[in-house]
């Protein structure tokens, strides 16, 4: 997908020249971001192989869903508190659902059935299922007690710091358990390709951390005209288009690994990813909107997205926490995520 990386100036040059044609902006402009996404999924995992087990695990921490941060950031700068909630909850819905779904039979398709570390599994579906009962909160309290935005705020605000500290503990207890990592260099080479060094791996990160910023910037500002010009509700744009943009190239690497047998992997990235948005990049999001966006986002999701990622979660924990799958398993979640996208594309209005 490498040469996709001509979009990129291409994006640049249309943002500039003709900012009135929306459409064409965003698509550009989205396409530009799935390669530079993808050089910095490589470079972090070289970084990860090269650099020990702890190191890597924070580097895959910070920049595992780096793209879908860099995307929310500037959507949160921009006051789009909606869209910036539709995003993660689209993203955790995409990948414990539709990547790991499709994961699955493709993984099935050519190996029968596949296993992995049902452990690690239930593990992070535990998290998941914490993150979602947190999240249900807020909008629970403003149900019961109309009109509270203040305290609403303060609980947000605490919460979220809740949900990091039990986030770090997750990365701490998951460092401290795992074996010493022989042949994770190798891991590394068969998912992200061939080795390079430690230099041009991390002048890579940067370069492409740039770049996402930069097209985030662009994207952010067209997005709203373009889904009107194509008929889309800020929900399902957030939910069904942002998402999938923001973990393309994660969302690559898991369908690769279960391809080439390697399905621990694949559940690690698609559950782990998920974990990640819940429980660092929400909570996250809702500290940096004290400083960067107009006014602080809370925690108060949409009913329709809470419940959406509450059933994705529930089903998610049925299918795959039990060591072994197979493509039946994958038809199911994928099935799940055929109705979930059917019932925003009809309804404009499910995330509120």
């Known amino acids: ?24 902006v965003f698509g550009a402009t989205a396409l530009a971001i799935v390669p530079l996404a993808a050089l910095m999924s490589r470079a972090t995992g070289a970084l990860a192989a090269r650099l020990g087990p702890s190191i890597g695990g924070l580097l895959n921490a910070t920049f595992g869903n780096a793209a879908e941060f860099i995307i929310a950031l500037a959507a949160l700068r921009g006051g789009l508190h909606g869209m910036v909630k539709a995003s993660i909850a689209g993203t955790i819905i995409g990948n414990i659902l539709f990547v790991l779904g499709l994961s699955m039979v493709l993984g099935g398709l050519r190996h029968g059935h596949q296993r992995y570390d049902a452990a690690s599994a239930r593990m992070q579906a535990t998290m998941l299922t914490l993150a979602v009962i947190t999240l249900i909160l807020p909008a629970s309290y403003r149900a019961v007690v109309p009109g509270a935005e203040t305290a609403l705020q303060d609980i947000s605000l605490v919460l979220s710091v809740l949900l990091l500290l039990v986030y770090l503990a997750t990365v701490v207890f998951t460092l401290r358990s795992a074996r010493s990592g022989e042949g994770g260099e190798q891991a590394a080479h068969d998912a992200h390709g061939a080795p390079m060094s430690n230099g041009r791996a991390a002048l890579l990160l940067g370069a492409t951390s740039v770049g996402i910023i930069w097209l985030s910037e662009i994207l952010v500002s ?18 069904f288009v942002l998402a999938v943009i923001g973990g393309a190239a994660e969302q690559a690497t898991a369908l690769v690994a279960a391809r080439k047998n390697q399905m621990t992997l694949s559940m690690s990235i698609a559950l782990g990813s998920g974990v990640q948005l819940a429980l660092l990049v929400a909570p996250l999001l809702v500290l940096l909107s004290y400083v960067v966006g107009p006014a602080p986002m809370s925690l108060e999701f949409g009913a329709g997205l809470i419940l959406s990622v509450l059933v994705a979660v529930i089903i998610t924990g049925q299918v795959a926490t039990d060591g072994h799958s197979d493509w039946l398993r994958g038809v199911q979640l994928l099935g799940l995520y055929v109705i979930l996208a059917t019932l925003f594309w009809f309804v404009p209005d499910v995330a509120a």
């Open 222 to 239: 067209v997005v709203e005209p373009a889904s009107e010009q194509l008929g889309l509700s800020d929900a399902f744009t957030g939910v």
């Open 1 to 24: 997908m490498y040469w996709m990386l001509l979009l990129v100036p291409l994006a640049i040059v249309l943002h500039h020249l003709m900012p009135g044609n929306a459409l064409l």
